[in-house]
């Protein structure tokens, strides 16, 4: 896989925050700096915190944000001067609640051919037989066409969001949180069906979720985020068996296990999310860091090559 079909390039989103009545607006950094290479057919995973800025980065990397600075590519074309339908007929996305992504007032079958009709795509029989077809695909009988989304289960639902983001044929998919709405045992489904069609129609998938499991079943290659920044690019296998970031150490110490002689996990991350609208001096994760130097405190790493990925981190840059 050599074909870069999604590139983001040191982008940044910059939100004015309301400080009350009489005290102005500051400038919240929800996305910093941030660079990705995304190869045709790959799945790459973003990961961090909830607040360090990975919806915000999905909702850029769809045209439904425009970056504040730097630029984002699809197949080589800026996505500023592509037209929405021209976006949306090369990415779609699957959102994280796939009961308020649908329209209660409209059938499974509206839903799903909805792209189809804002294209012009066919005639309505033209379009009846691809939504049927693209249901069955993905698990959903014929016999739901006429039904609405109360009518049907959570992973039912999830599965509609589906087939809606590939009706029209896209490259890429942004899934954001695709699984965290649904039941334990549907989750598994959900991701197999995802894997199943990606591995068919030779789609790449860019998975937004703080769910490492999540990551881990289905990801090549991983980005961790943190304030807003990428602080660790891994190879997906690399960052479970060996993570470099203290970061990443802390997030993976995080999960669950299922051996009953192991207590909840410590990840010694403290209780609070440090505020974005008011980021420490420095590498923005030394407050929270064991390892963290004065170096630290009052110099920002730049990514270092390390291993087959890179991290923004001093103890493995220079010095």
Request: proline share 7%; net charge neutral.
């Amino acid at each position: 896989m050599s074909d870069i079909v999604l590139q983001a390039k040191n982008v940044s989103k910059v939100f004015q925050v309301s400080q009350g009545l009489f005290k102005g607006k500051r400038d919240l950094h929800a996305v910093r700096n941030v660079s990705l290479d995304v190869e045709a057919g790959s799945i790459i995973g973003i990961v961090g915190e909830s607040g360090c800025g990975k919806t915000t980065l999905a909702r850029m990397l769809l045209g439904l944000e425009k970056p504040t600075e730097g630029e984002i590519l699809v197949n080589g074309k800026n996505l500023s001067e592509m037209s929405q339908l021209d976006i949306a007929s090369r990415v779609q996305p699957i959102f994280q609640d796939p009961y308020s992504s649908l329209n209660p007032r409209k059938t499974i079958g509206s839903i799903i051919s909805l792209p189809l009709r804002v294209h012009g795509n066919g005639d309505a029989r033209e379009r009846r037989r691809r939504v049927e077809e693209v249901m069955e695909r993905t698990g959903l009988p014929s016999r739901l066409y006429r039904n609405y989304p109360s009518q049907l289960s959570g992973g039912q639902r999830q599965r509609v969001a589906v087939a809606r983001a590939l009706i029209m044929r896209p490259s890429i998919v942004v899934c954001d949180e695709p699984t965290s709405a649904l039941d334990v045992s549907i989750q598994a489904q959900i991701l197999n069906l995802l894997q199943e069609l990606q591995k068919e129609f030779g789609l790449t998938y860019i998975i937004i979720s703080h769910n490492l499991a999540v990551i881990e079943h289905m990801a090549h290659a991983v980005s961790v985020m943190y304030l807003g920044r990428v602080v660790d690019e891994s190879p997906a296998r690399d960052l479970f068996a060996d993570p470099k970031h203290p970061y990443s150490k802390a997030l993976l110490n995080s999960v669950l296990t299922p051996e009953p002689d192991k207590d909840v996990p410590e990840t010694n991350l403290g209780s609070t999310f440090p505020n974005p609208l008011d980021p420490p001096p420095g590498c923005p994760f030394h407050p929270r860091c064991d390892a963290a130097t004065d170096q630290c405190r009052t110099i920002d790493p730049s990514m270092t090559a390390v291993g087959g990925g890179r991290v923004a981190c001093h103890l493995f840059g220079e010095g």
